[in-house]
């Protein structure tokens, strides 16, 4: 069972300043680490208070949502992706807030879509960005379809990382699981453009 360590979970805001505030919690990439998106903080919504939180799997000279080793970019299998989004659930669980938001990069933005799935009303709204959703059918995606959360999803037309066939898979699920707001950035690869985060940081604004 995967577990957060909440000792290396990046904060915008002590402790005694984060209540009655929203929550927006950041979700890395593979081999990276919590300090990576944080870095964006002075670009995000004030309102929010931020948690930038380090996936569990040590894997590449850096932190996983879940293994490389044994499966190809952009198709892991559901088990994996939901241990990994069991583990921010379970951690969130601990915790009081106003509403909440999550954001999350290439892996970082499979769980963030699988978060839906586990909790399809729980997420005032979810940005994925570089990534993809998981293949095949969820528990959660019946009633993920009828509620349909606010979703930004926005890639780069240079990213090489993602395959096809998961932005293909990706671009087809959001319409029918969410209310979606999709992205496409010219010459942008597998990274996130000013333009970029300027729309996403409308977006989280407009929701959080």
Avoid at 89 to 111: H, K
Avoid at 138 to 149: I, Q, R, V, Y
């Amino acid at each position: 069972m995967l577990q957060l360590d909440e000792t290396a979970i990046l904060w915008s805001a002590p402790e005694r300043e984060r209540a009655g505030r929203p929550l927006l919690v950041l979700l890395h990439g593979y081999a990276s680490h919590e300090g990576d998106l944080f870095s964006m903080s002075p670009g995000l919504p004030l309102g929010p208070v931020i948690a930038s939180v380090r996936a569990p799997i040590a894997e590449n000279g850096g932190w996983a949502w879940f293994s490389r080793v044994a499966g190809a970019a952009g198709d892991p299998t559901m088990e994996r992706v939901d241990a990994a989004a069991s583990a921010v659930i379970e951690w969130l669980d601990t915790l009081q807030y106003t509403s909440v938001g999550v954001l999350g990069f290439s892996q970082g933005a499979a769980v963030a879509l699988q978060l839906l799935r586990h909790a399809p009303t729980r997420f005032a709204a979810t940005v994925g960005l570089s990534g993809f959703v998981a293949a095949g059918d969820h528990p959660g995606d019946k009633e993920l379809s009828e509620a349909k959360p606010p979703v930004f999803w926005g890639r780069g037309t240079l990213d090489t990382v993602i395959p096809e066939q998961a932005v293909q898979r990706t671009e087809l699920w959001l319409p029918d699981h969410s209310t979606p707001t999709m992205r496409i950035y010219e010459d942008v690869a597998h990274s996130i453009s000013s333009a970029e985060l300027k729309d996403f940081s409308a977006f989280l604004g407009a929701h959080l």
